[in-house]
């Protein structure tokens, strides 16, 4: 089996950004969640789609806003979208779909977690992490565990991270530490950039095996001197900025891998979310009734 795992968040935020605007028979706006299902029943019908879950940031602050003041929060995300994550959750558990919502945690902890439990798990052949994320990388192991950017039809194999950033997966962290990563906050160490983190660690292994003094530097990098300086006076900083961008594999997940499995969606509840979203075309999406369930596939 393929395990399917997908990031409910950025789904929610790529629908938000991506499909019309539209308003539920109660006058709120409803279009992101709509555009969310569509996109996940889309997926569902796809072939070798068994398994699957889709994880939640239920808020936008975690456990890292304690450990950065400057690390991402819901300022800035559109009123009415943050007003859809409740009702974004609900529907994907309607579509018959195991739900993480995470507070302490981010959706891509649980998605990480799930990753690292069932990859070797008899059955799976293939752990799918549905995101485009470049923090998520870091769980790509060889072609056991990928990332799938569902948007551009591209999968991330352990190769395809060497191929775009440089260095192995275990390393995208430190990558991210000294390149630093807009969408999560944190800012990385001046003068560093992608070039210079990736020709570094690539000899090195991770940020820490980096001399402080650029003259023990046994590759040609260009500004050494001002770039070792930065790194000494700022490590504390990078290491920090490591942790933040290091995914978590102990969310407490309850599920089994069977819970997982994905049995259609649940039929009452479906089509009173689709009367709640005013999208009763919804229904036409599913084509299989399974009565013993409830369900319809």
């Given at each position: 089996?393929?395990?399917?795992?997908?990031?409910?968040?950025?789904?929610?935020?790529?629908?938000?950004?991506?499909v019309?605007?539209?308003?539920?028979?109660?006058?709120?706006?409803?279009?992101?969640?709509?555009?969310?299902?569509?996109?996940?029943?889309?997926?569902?019908?796809?072939?070798?789609?068994?398994?699957?879950?889709?994880?939640?940031?239920h808020?936008?602050?975690?456990?890292?806003?304690?450990?950065?003041?400057?690390?991402k929060?819901?300022e800035?995300?559109?009123?009415?979208?943050?007003?859809?994550?409740?009702?974004?959750?609900?529907?994907?558990?309607?579509?018959g779909?195991?739900?993480?919502s995470?507070?302490?945690?981010?959706?891509?902890?649980?998605?990480a977690?799930?990753?690292?439990?069932?990859?070797?798990?008899?059955?799976?052949?293939?752990?799918?992490?549905?995101?485009?994320?470049?923090?998520?990388?870091?769980?790509?192991?060889?072609?056991?565990?990928?990332?799938?950017?569902?948007?551009?039809?591209?999968?991330?194999?352990?190769p395809?991270?060497?191929?775009?950033?440089?260095?192995?997966?275990?390393v995208?962290?430190?990558?991210?530490?000294?390149?630093?990563?807009?969408?999560?906050?944190?800012?990385?160490?001046?003068?560093?950039?992608?070039?210079?983190?990736t020709?570094?660690?690539?000899?090195?292994?991770?940020?820490?095996?980096?001399?402080?003094?650029?003259?023990?530097?046994?590759?040609?990098?260009?500004?050494?001197?001002?770039?070792?300086?930065?790194?000494?006076e700022?490590?504390?900083?990078a290491?920090?900025?490591?942790?933040?961008?290091?995914?978590?594999?102990?969310?407490?997940?309850?599920?089994?891998?069977?819970?997982?499995?994905?049995?259609?969606?649940?039929?009452?509840?479906?089509?009173?979310?689709?009367?709640?979203?005013?999208?009763?075309?919804?229904?036409?999406?599913t084509?299989?009734?399974d009565?013993?369930?409830?369900?319809?596939?």
């Open positions: 089996m393929r395990l399917h795992l997908i990031d409910g968040t950025y789904e929610l935020f790529r629908a938000y950004y991506g019309p605007r539209a308003r539920s028979p109660a006058g709120t706006e409803v279009g992101a969640t709509r555009g969310l299902m569509r996109s996940l029943l889309a997926l569902l019908r796809e072939d070798g789609v068994t398994h699957a879950a889709c994880a939640f940031d808020v936008i602050e975690s456990f890292r806003n304690d450990l950065f003041t400057g690390y929060t819901s800035g995300v559109p009123a009415d979208l943050l007003a859809q994550f409740g009702l974004a959750e609900r529907a994907t558990e309607a579509l779909l195991v739900v993480w995470m507070v302490e945690f981010e959706a891509d902890d649980a998605l977690t799930a990753a690292a439990r069932w990859a070797a798990a008899d059955g799976v052949e293939q752990v799918v992490l549905c995101t485009p994320d470049k923090d998520m990388a870091q769980c790509v192991r060889g072609s056991r565990v990928v990332c799938l950017d569902r948007l551009r039809r591209r999968v991330l194999d352990e395809g991270v060497v191929a775009r950033y440089g260095v192995a997966p275990a995208i962290p430190d990558w991210l530490a000294l390149v630093g990563d807009s969408a999560d906050g944190y800012p990385g160490i001046p003068r560093w950039g992608a070039k210079a983190a020709a570094l660690l690539a000899r090195y292994g991770r940020l820490d095996a980096i001399p402080d003094d650029a003259t023990r530097w046994d590759i040609p990098i260009r500004g050494a001197q001002a770039l070792a300086r930065s790194l000494r700022r490590r504390a900083e290491l920090l900025y490591r942790t933040l961008a290091t995914v978590r594999t102990d969310v407490p997940l309850t599920e089994r891998l069977e819970d997982l499995r994905w049995r259609g969606v649940h039929r009452e509840a479906f089509a009173e979310l689709c009367r709640e979203l005013g999208d009763e075309d919804l229904l036409s999406y084509h299989r009734q009565s013993a369930e409830g369900r319809t596939t």
